[in-house]
């Protein structure tokens, strides 16, 4: 099992670009986690999904972030018009049976806006 | 607003010395804390639980509601646990709303 993967580990956008971050669960996990590190911060709850189900998004920003995990292929955290304050790293982390679980993490996906 | 503060940005011991990792967090609900780790060039894991009240590679840590701390401790610790450790806190009833501390960079000397 190769763990949480994370694609791409790095991703320079410019203002007002799109930003898709590609999160591959572990196999036989169903729920998925995203958080974010702003510069000289901790990591932050933005997310929670199951498979095709927003379960938790109360950590999200209100504009231009969305995620999805579709019944197939990867978790996707999307963000339109990015600004220079969405410069962060991304990370996500899989569980395979809901929150009581341990959730695994992948290595991230750090952000760069020019 | 909840908060996890970890004051030492750097921490540095020899090996066999005793170590302890402040944690410090502001909530006003009833709180979970964990400890994760991140080894070189490794992911983010999970150390410990509060509520587990167990004890991972030695290190033990004890939730203190008036003292608002969560201090991570081992009595002799060893070159490999060099790493960097982040505290965290779960709120809202859940284990997965995780907020962080800015973590403290460990280094055993030997």
């Known amino acids: 099992n190769a763990g949480v993967m994370q694609n791409p580990r790095h991703l320079v956008r410019r203002r007002g670009q799109e930003a898709r971050l590609r999160c591959s669960p572990m196999?036989?996990?169903?729920?998925v986690y995203w958080y974010r590190q702003l510069p000289e911060e901790g990591l932050k709850f933005m997310v929670y999904?199951?498979?095709?189900?927003?379960?938790?998004e109360s950590g999200m920003p209100k504009e231009r972030f969305s995620a999805e995990f579709p019944k197939e292929g990867p978790s996707i955290l999307r963000i339109q018009q990015v600004v220079r304050g969405d410069s962060a790293a991304y990370f996500c982390?899989?569980?395979?049976?809901?929150?009581?679980?341990?959730?695994?993490f992948g290595q991230g996906t750090r952000l760069t806006v020019v | 607003a909840q908060r996890v503060t970890q004051p030492e940005k750097l921490l540095s011991v020899f090996k066999g010395a005793p170590v302890e990792l402040k944690c410090n967090y502001s909530y006003s609900g009833s709180p979970e804390l964990f400890w994760y780790v991140q080894y070189s060039r490794q992911r983010l894991q999970l150390l410990l639980r509060h509520i587990s009240r167990e004890s991972i590679k030695g290190f033990t840590a004890d939730l203190n509601k008036g003292e608002t701390s969560f201090h991570l401790k081992k009595p002799f610790a060893q070159e490999e646990d060099s790493a960097m450790y982040y505290c965290?806190?779960?709120?809202?009833?859940?284990?997965?709303?995780?907020?962080f501390g800015k973590g403290t960079l460990l280094t055993v000397n030997p």
């Open positions: 999904l199951q498979k095709e189900n927003i379960i938790d």
């Open positions: 965290a806190l779960a709120t809202g009833g859940s284990n997965y709303k995780l907020t």
């Open positions: 196999k036989g996990h169903s729920h």
């Open positions: 982390a899989s569980s395979p049976s809901g929150p009581s679980t341990e959730a695994f």
